[in-house]
């Protein structure tokens, strides 16, 4: 007596398994850009922490790149730095984001923002500080940049008309 599978209940089981895949693709990879706006949420936190606490130390209220830069912040992750100006690091990237130190003047006084570097969501704009209008209370912003829908992927919603990134 035979023992063994026959052609036909291999082809059902390989089809079953090719089903199975192609709904769980889409799932992992909304996970995995979940588990990116928590790191990126953590680091847009502890950077302007980080920031708020220098200019306290300096006695200022509002951020000018003249001041200081990623450099002087009392934390480090990994971020290659980037962009300079007046001799100080206002940008830097990761290997999914770029984050910027945005000085007062651009109407998002002492936030702090990061951009998608890549993927389907490239360009997609996170602003992370004060609230306008309630002091001492925090908010992270999205602004999908005309990723419709991008937003939503984070289980946000898309706000502002332009990019706060560049």
């Given at each position: 007596m035979n023992r063994g599978f026959t052609l036909v209940e291999i082809l059902i089981a390989v089809l079953i398994m090719g089903i199975l895949v192609t709904m769980a693709v889409p799932m992992y990879e909304k996970t995995?850009?979940?588990?990116?706006?928590?790191?990126?949420?953590?680091?847009?936190?502890?950077?302007?922490?980080?920031?708020?606490?220098?200019?306290?130390?300096?006695?200022?209220?509002?951020?000018?790149?003249?001041?200081?830069?990623?450099?002087?912040?009392?934390?480090?992750?990994?971020?290659?730095?980037?962009?300079?100006?007046?001799?100080?690091?206002?940008?830097?990237?990761?290997?999914?984001?770029?984050?910027?130190?945005?000085?007062?003047?651009?109407?998002?006084?002492?936030?702090?923002?990061?951009?998608?570097?890549s993927g389907d969501y490239k360009g997609v704009n996170f602003l992370f500080g004060e609230r306008s209008g309630a002091p001492g209370t925090v908010e992270l912003l999205c602004y999908d940049n005309g990723n419709d829908g991008a937003c939503d992927v984070f289980g946000m919603e898309s706000v502002g008309s332009e990019a706060w990134c560049k």
């Open positions: 995995i850009e979940k588990s990116r706006i928590a790191e990126v949420r953590a680091n847009l936190r502890r950077i302007y922490d980080a920031k708020m606490r220098l200019l306290d130390d300096m006695e200022k209220t509002k951020y000018v790149a003249k001041l200081f830069g990623f450099e002087n912040l009392d934390f480090s992750f990994d971020c290659s730095l980037g962009e300079e100006t007046d001799g100080h690091m206002i940008g830097c990237k990761s290997k999914d984001f770029g984050y910027s130190l945005l000085p007062s003047g651009t109407g998002n006084q002492n936030k702090v923002c990061a951009m998608r570097l």
